[in-house]
């Protein structure tokens, strides 16, 4: 059950009752490819940061440990203790990601594992199988990824193929989840729009699996290697097309201002290794920008990453220190600085939450955006 409980312009607030707990939008999906998030962060932490859904990838644990032994353990959620809401992606962006290791054909794709080399073969009735023996609370659609700058030749088709692979994961999953023995019997499933950055292909397809009546959808294929003012272009024209008393969900992005710009034309969820990832290499989301700690005018620094954040890391540690961990190559510096950048998203999405509940985005967004402009310092 998915209700808008505020909205400021385009920009929209809502409360999603799911089976495994609420969650308010727009949210932010931390990313834990494997059921777990990298850097050495625990599911508790993830409470503590204030995390409302954790997000797993599908291809990856269908290779390691296996979808089958997932579901043996209860499902993704017991199997790595988290008691909040699980998206699964569909393995789609993993699966076309490997190019020149598959091979697409009508029935799905096959191709090779980047673990040990063997021959998978994936398409949408094996996706939700898999999915299924996760027990996600929402499973993704299994959808072709286009490259975001191919040509208009290759794309039609890609983009009609998808809608045909959605029609199969729709009966498919309906069948799953009707069966006596699946782990999650009200699984989720949300449909993908896709398209490239050809502002008419997406808008036909946005229509197209709009009258599928999902509980939910999701605009891929940007971020792959388009502009900003691109991807902000194609959602101005898509996210309209989509049932706008459903969820709207912006898969692997991004920034925090492509954030602020996308809740501005409608978007409900989001994901991005951004947070966890440059963390690793030592930079620091801030509301004044990125920051490296990695640069020497930190050593003597006894200030916390960010004044007033009351993330783990800033409560209790020094730049100066957390920069030393990181230097020596200490695994805590590594967790402190992703604890501190999924605390900040975490957070950035309460604030932007309550910017549109006050009904002050616009002003709230140009506050921000001007901040951020800073730079990296």
């Known amino acids: 059950m998915y209700r808008i409980v505020a909205e400021d312009g385009r920009a929209k607030s809502a409360h999603m009752e799911t089976v495994h707990g609420p969650i308010e939008t727009p949210a ?9 998030i990298k850097g050495a962060v625990s599911t508790e932490d993830l409470c503590t940061i204030g995390t409302q859904v954790e997000l797993s990838n599908t291809y990856h644990l269908h290779v390691r440990p296996g979808d089958d032994v997932v579901r043996q353990m209860g499902g993704i959620r017991k ?3 988290w008691n909040r809401p699980v998206l699964t992606d ?18 799905g794709v096959s191709f090779q ?3 040990d080399g063997r021959r998978i073969f994936m398409g949408p009735e094996e996706s939700m199988r898999i999915q299924s023996n996760l027990a996600s609370t929402i499973a993704m659609a299994f959808d072709e990824c286009p490259p975001s700058k191919a040509e208009r030749s290759y794309i039609l088709p890609s983009v009609e193929r998808t809608t045909r692979w959605l029609e199969r994961c729709k009966r498919e999953m309906d069948r799953l989840n009707a069966l006596p023995d699946t782990l999650n019997p009200h699984q989720l499933l949300f449909g993908i729009n896709q398209g490239g950055v050809e502002e ?17 959808y999701a605009v891929g294929g940007l971020a792959v290697g388009e502009t900003h003012e691109e991807m902000y272009r194609v959602l101005d024209v898509t996210v309209p097309e989509l049932p706008r008393h459903k969820p709207v969900y912006l898969m692997g992005v991004g920034t925090p201002a492509n954030i602020l ?12 290794v951004y947070p966890s990832r440059n963390g690793r290499h030592g930079h620091a989301y801030t509301h004044h920008g990125k920051m490296n700690l990695m640069n020497a005018k930190y050593a003597l620094d006894e200030r916390p990453i960010e004044e007033g954040c009351q993330c783990p890391a ?40 309550t910017a549109i509940r006050e009904h ?6 140009a506050e921000a955006l001007a901040a951020l402009s800073e730079g990296e310092h």
């Open 261 to 272: 710009e996308a809740v501005d034309r409608g978007v409900d969820f989001f994901d991005c």
């Open 90 to 107: 569909s393995g789609g962006f993993q699966v076309f990601s490997l190019a020149g290791l598959r091979k697409i054909k009508e029935e």
């Open 79 to 81: 199997f790595m203790n």
């Open 113 to 115: 594992s980047h673990v």
């Open 200 to 216: 008419d292909i997406r808008i036909a397809h946005a229509r197209q699996i709009a009258s599928f009546d999902l509980p939910g």
């Open 28 to 36: 932010f999906m931390n990313v834990g490819t494997a059921a777990a």
């Open 360 to 365: 002050r985005y616009a002003a709230f967004k």
């Open 314 to 353: 800033c409560r209790r540690y020094s730049r100066g220190y957390i920069r030393h961990l990181l230097k020596a190559g200490e695994m805590l510096g590594l967790r402190l600085m992703v604890l501190h950048n999924l605390y900040y998203y975490n957070h950035l999405m309460e604030e932007i939450r």
